[in-house]
């Protein structure tokens, strides 16, 4: 079935040689037409030249005045070569100051897609699927570097990630990848606020790859979706990936969705949602767990009676204001009320999630706590399956792994709401 839009490519198309990449097989799924600037080997610093391209080039369907039609999906798939060339050096004996082995990873391939959704929204694009950078551990190309990692692990020389001497090689190229889904998730959060008029949704690759795996069973997939570079989809793998990118258009993009005559399933709605980042992580995939409310009683009672609701509150208030007329407005009461008061806006509720995105919770606390008074709730309120007796917990916030310190986690700029992956570790 054709339709009226088009779907515009950016990036780096992830194919070692001539077939059907999987944004060309979303695009021919949505019956649209189809107009690819990404090229083989490129990095997102090849974005303005690509955006250059795409502006120049009038077979793109425009609107009456020269502006991209609303009908465009502006498609931007990066950042993988950025990486891969940053673990080549991992792989040729280096193994200090890598960025890609830090904290807070992918701070420049965002800058540069930032810049690219910009250039495209001001030449009239509206719509934009955001693929996250495939760190995906299950490639066979990582088999070359799991030596390597350990050796970086054991000598500690990644303690800066949370990752001590005898962890996994797979766990920091799993909280990596983490960083780098919240990293690119709040660039669309960001990008979506400051444009009002725009569909900006996440495409969580990572995870994609990851429900791939499980749905076709470990060995199909590991035998099919890669072509002999270790790295790239084969054909069969990007057929694959394409089935993803469909439920996150028909989840993300309902107009176009509706024009393609393609209806998410109730297990597909909300699998890749516009901005909020819980959405876009692919977080409405997976049946979220409750928290149980572990607070003292004297907590809960605190926050109960500092409901507006309350009817006991307004007596209580009632109470403090004729203290006041008779104290000259200074009463212990009010003092109370007005901490109860603050109590209540000092809690938060906070969105955790692991590494994969198949486990997701909920977490009452307040934003007066610690990193590691954080840490501590998040292990208790984590799913019973999860809790192993002295189990250690990692926390990665915005692209950046949570340190131990005296701050707050509002000075963190955690706030009501915000999302945190969390990676739990049995103990050695």
Not at 55 to 79: D, S, W, Y
Not at 254 to 274: C, D, E, K, M, V
Not at 289 to 299: K, T
Request: glycine content about 8%; aromatic content about 6%; proline content about 7%.
């Amino acid at each position: 079935m054709a339709t009226n839009w088009s779907v515009v490519v950016f990036g780096d198309s992830w194919v070692a040689y001539s077939h059907p990449t999987w944004p060309q097989v979303l695009a021919r799924r949505l019956g649209a037409q189809f107009f690819n600037f990404a090229f083989p080997g490129a990095v997102s610093a090849n974005l303005p030249m690509q955006a250059q391209q795409a502006m120049m080039q009038q077979t793109v369907p425009r609107a009456p005045g020269g502006l991209f039609r609303r009908e465009t999906l502006v498609v931007v798939h990066t950042g993988g070569n950025d990486f891969i060339a940053k673990m080549a050096q991992v792989i040729m004996g280096g193994g200090h100051n890598l960025e890609i082995l830090k904290p807070e990873p992918g701070r420049e391939e965002a800058a540069n897609i930032e810049h690219l959704l910009e250039k495209m929204y001001e030449a009239g694009a509206r719509n934009f699927l955001v693929s996250g950078v495939p760190a995906f551990i299950h490639m066979p190309v990582f088999n070359l570097i799991w030596g390597i990692i350990t050796n970086l692990v054991n000598s500690g020389q990644l303690e800066e990630l949370g990752v001590s001497p005898g962890d996994p090689p797979s766990l920091p190229m799993e909280v990596q990848a983490a960083a780098l889904n919240e990293r690119w998730s709040n660039l669309c959060e960001a990008f979506s606020k400051r444009h009002t008029d725009v569909t900006c949704s996440f495409f969580d690759e990572v995870e994609a790859l990851h429900s791939l795996r499980a749905q076709l069973g470990e060995s199909v997939f590991d035998r099919s979706m890669w072509d002999f570079s270790m790295f790239h989809p084969s054909v069969f793998g990007h057929e694959r990936i394409a089935d993803e990118a469909v439920k996150s258009v028909a989840a993300g993009f309902p107009t176009l969705a509706a024009a393609a005559n393609i209806r998410p399933s109730p297990a597909q709605a909300g699998y890749s949602q516009p901005s909020p980042p819980v959405a876009a992580a692919g977080l409405a995939s997976s049946a979220p767990v409750v928290a149980r409310d572990e607070a003292p009683a004297q907590e809960k009672q605190q926050g109960a009676s500092a409901s507006p609701q309350d009817p006991s509150q307004k007596k209580e208030e009632t109470i403090a204001k004729k203290d006041d007329d008779r104290n000259g407005g200074s009463s212990c009461v009010k003092d109370d009320l007005q901490q109860k008061k603050d109590n209540l806006q000092d809690t938060v509720t906070l969105q955790l999630r692991n590494v994969k995105g198949d486990v997701s919770f909920s977490l009452t606390c307040s934003a007066s706590s610690t990193v590691s008074e954080l840490r501590t709730s998040a292990l208790a309120a984590a799913p019973p399956e999860q809790k192993v007796a002295g189990a250690v917990a990692t926390l990665v916030f915005q692209g950046k792994l949570l340190q131990d310190g005296s701050a707050c986690i509002a000075d963190l700029g955690i706030k009501h709401g915000a999302m945190v992956v969390i990676v739990i570790k049995a103990p050695k």
